[in-house]
Structures are given as C-alpha cells and as structure tokens.
C-alpha cells in the first residue's frame, strides 16, 4: 500500500464497539462539518485488520486498523476535503473480501456511508463500475442524497449487519460516544497511520514474533502477496494483466482476460473457436469478411474490393426480396460509389454467366439504388444520394423519366450491355421480371 499525503484529503478516524467505547485516532485533525462518515461492519470471523483505501481524482490515501481490545467491528472513519467536494471511493478489506463505495460530499452534512464485508462477497469479481454488496454486484457509486446524515453511535444500531438498515433511521434520538469525540484542531500532520512500521513494511500476519515481516513491492504473478495486501489479486502489476488476448483456439479473436493462475499468466479464452458463417462479419478475426463462404452465403460468389466485400448472389429476385436477403446476410445492396468500383464490379458480373436454366430475364444485378419515395429522386438503399454526378444511365433509361411514367422504381446494373456497362431502372415487385443480386458490406 502506498504512503498517503495530505493533499488529497484529511481524514479523522475513529472506532467504535457495539458497546460504543470508543477509541479516537487523529490522523489529520481539522473540524469540519462536511464529511464522509464510512461505516464498517461484517460478518467475517477473526478478523484481525482492516484495510482502507480512499481515493479522489488526484492520488490515493490507505491506512490499516488492528482489530483488538481498542478497536472492534462495527467501526467508522471520516474523510474530510482538503479542498475541492469532487468524488471519493473508498475501498475497504479484510481476510479476502474487499467492497468499494463511491460518493460525493455535500457541503455542511456528515452524511454516513455504510460498507458490510460480507462473506458473500469472498471470491466475487464484479465489472467496472461496480461492487460486491452481500454476495451481489451492485453499483459503486451512491448518490449521497440518498444517505443519512451520521449521528454518534449509528455503528451500534443494526443488530442484522446489512445497509438496508440505514433506510429507516429516521430522526431517533440516540445516545453520544462515551467519551465524546474531539473536535479541537490538531495543527500537527501524521499523513500515516501508526501501524509501527517503517514506510515499506507491513505487519501482516499480526504475530509481535517476527515483527513488520511483509515487505511491500509490486504484485508480481508468482503465488505471492508481493504488496502485502490479500485484496490484490496475484500479478496485478504485471503489465499484461487484464489485458485482451486470443487464447490456444484456432480463431484470432481476443475474447479472453489475462490472469494469473498459480503463479503464472494465462489467456481464460474459450478453448471453442468462433468459425466464420455468412453474416457479414469477421467472426474469427482474421481480417476478412465470409471468406471460405463462396456459394455458401445464398449461393452467393465472394469478392473484395474498395474496402467492401461483395456477395454476387445466383437466386432470381424482385428487388424487395433481393434487399432482404443481403439483410438477412448481414449485409445491403450494392452502393457503387464511382466509376471505377461501377467498371470492376461490371467486370465480375460478366465473369458469371447467367444459368441458361435460371429464371433471371437478363445478365442484370439488382443494387441497391431506387426512386421508390419520391419519382426521380433517386437514392441508396441506406438513404444516401448517388456519389456527384457519376450516374451511368445507359441509353434511354431510367425509362420512367423517358416515359413520363412511375412504375419502376428499382436499379440493376447491366454489366454485358451493348453500349458498355450501365445501369437500367426496372419494377421493384413484378412476377416475372426477376434479377440476381448484388450485396456489400464494409471491411470496416
């Protein structure tokens, strides 16, 4: 644990048995009628101390208290602002349970925060963001609106040991420490709590024996309580810890955490590897989009290019249900943005002749341009307008505005027409009039 300094923040500590004989210990005496007032009880056996951490946004403070003859559980410690009324999450353990609370101060209230190492929580990781409270994540942070304001002798009054019981106290009178609290200003400043240590050493075991035996260091992976606190999960100082990383699987996907497993680093990937189907994903992270999926993805031919991955899909369509089955694969019609990606796209529908036996009417693919909202306001199937004025009608076409007419409202790209690749508007929905299909998704 580290040494604290009083620039963060003051503290004023104190503890008290259910009896409410107290012992009062000034680490940084200055009144001040706004505090937090942490409250701590547990049902863990033998414990022996209790750690504590308070942190705000620029460092972090931590202490120990023995518990013995002077010192008993429940017992509370204040933390007062040094300047700023910002944030503080305080972190208290002991044995092998450690739970967190995070709140603000209120100007001119002593607002009493509770935290209850339970057993419960043994061996319980929660997400950022969050603390174990009696076995369960909750969240870390508590609105300090929602807290009681600290009145002496509030540690004795649950007999059940929970935080519920903070939700009824209501205005009842209780009676004062015995003897009361000091509130004279000490000017003198001890930024340590008196463990007779020296800085660096820690009396973890308790035993007068062998004296301040733990040396503090950093918590390497190595089955040692390097740090000299229980709470720190093995290796949390090794730089790799907790971070992504791709296990022994075939896949190259990060889905597992590095940890620390009897005194060495381990990937907790699933040995399962994810496999690539045709969803418009890079479902084993490797780089590619449905790659081994040709004619697997509604028989459907595969082809990158632009940054996109294109599926050139066999089964004659309307449009509507060209558009859903790109959907449905997890991608869209085909967006051709300029002539360059019109010319190589038109290069590899010729590559793939029409089926003599398909019921396709023409060498054709549906895209995802139309003009179904509005007549001869012409967009893609996302919303988006056509790229400047790259618009490669073929001749006569789009046959609506030719014709003064509004049925076909629907654009495929022609790639074997007479005239050079181009694009013709059609009927989106006809029962005959079917074409095969063109669908994108972006690499990225």
């Known amino acids: 644990m580290t040494t604290p300094s009083v620039e963060a923040f003051l503290w004023i500590g104190y503890a008290c048995s259910m009896r409410l004989a107290c012992f009062f210990l000034i680490l940084v005496g200055c009144s001040t009628p706004t505090q937090i007032v942490v409250i701590v009880r547990s049902d863990l ?62 100007s001119e209230r002593r607002v009493a925060l509770p935290i209850f190492l339970s057993a419960r929580c043994a061996g319980v990781t929660c997400a950022p ?8 994540c ?6 300090p609106d929602t807290l009681p304001n600290y009145e002496p002798g509030l540690e004795s ?9 903070f939700d009824a106290l209501g205005d009842a009178s209780v009676d004062t420490l015995d003897p009361p609290v000091d509130t ?18 820690v009396d973890l075991n308790g035993d007068p024996a062998d004296g301040c035996e733990c040396v503090i260091e950093d918590e390497l992976c190595d089955a040692v309580d390097n740090d000299c606190d229980p709470s720190t999960p093995d290796g949390a100082a090794e730089p790799t810890f907790g971070a992504a990383c791709d296990g022994d699987d075939v896949d190259l996907c990060e889905l597992g955490t590095v940890r620390c497993t009897d005194g060495e680093l381990t990937c907790d990937d699933s040995p399962e590897s994810e496999v690539e189907v045709c ?3 890079d479902d084993n992270c490797n780089g590619d989009i449905d790659e081994d999926m040709d004619h697997a993805c509604e028989a459907c031919s595969r082809y990158v290019a632009f940054g996109s991955t294109y599926q050139f899909c066999e089964t004659p369509s309307n449009w509507e249900v060209a558009r859903d089955q790109c959907r449905a694969m997890g991608y869209e019609l085909a967006t051709i943005g300029d002539e360059a990606e019109h010319l190589n796209l038109a290069t590899v529908g010729r590559s793939l002749p029409l089926d003599p036996e398909s019921t396709a009417i023409d060498n054709a693919w549906w895209m995802g341009l139309n003009d179904r909202e509005v007549e001869d306001a012409y967009v893609w199937v996302d919303g988006n307008v056509p790229v400047g004025d790259f618009v490669p009608w073929g001749t006569g076409q789009p046959t609506d505005r030719a014709r003064g007419e509004s049925t076909r409202n629907c654009v495929a790209l022609r790639p074997q027409a007479v005239e050079g ?9 006809h029962p005959t009039k079917v074409y095969r299909y063109l669908c994108e998704v972006r690499n990225d």
């Open 138 to 143: 909750v969240d870390l942070f508590v609105d």
């Open 279 to 281: 969803n418009g994903v």
């Open 45 to 106: 056996p033998d414990v022996a101390q209790v750690d504590v951490q308070v942190e705000s946004a620029t460092e972090t403070k931590s202490g120990r208290y023995l518990i013995g003859d002077t010192v008993q559980i429940p017992f509370s410690f204040t933390v007062v602002p040094a300047d700023d009324l910002g944030e503080r999450t305080i972190r208290v353990s002991a044995r092998d349970v450690s739970v967190s609370r995070a709140t603000r101060f209120v």
């Open 157 to 165: 009054r649950d007999a059940q040991v929970s935080d519920s019981a």
């Open 129 to 136: 963001g969050t603390s174990c409270n009696d076995g369960a």
């Open 184 to 201: 004279s200003v000490d000017t003198s400043i001890d930024t340590s709590i008196d463990t007779g240590c020296p800085s660096g050493r």
């Open 421 to 429: 690749p181009n694009w013709n508007d059609g009927e989106c929905v």
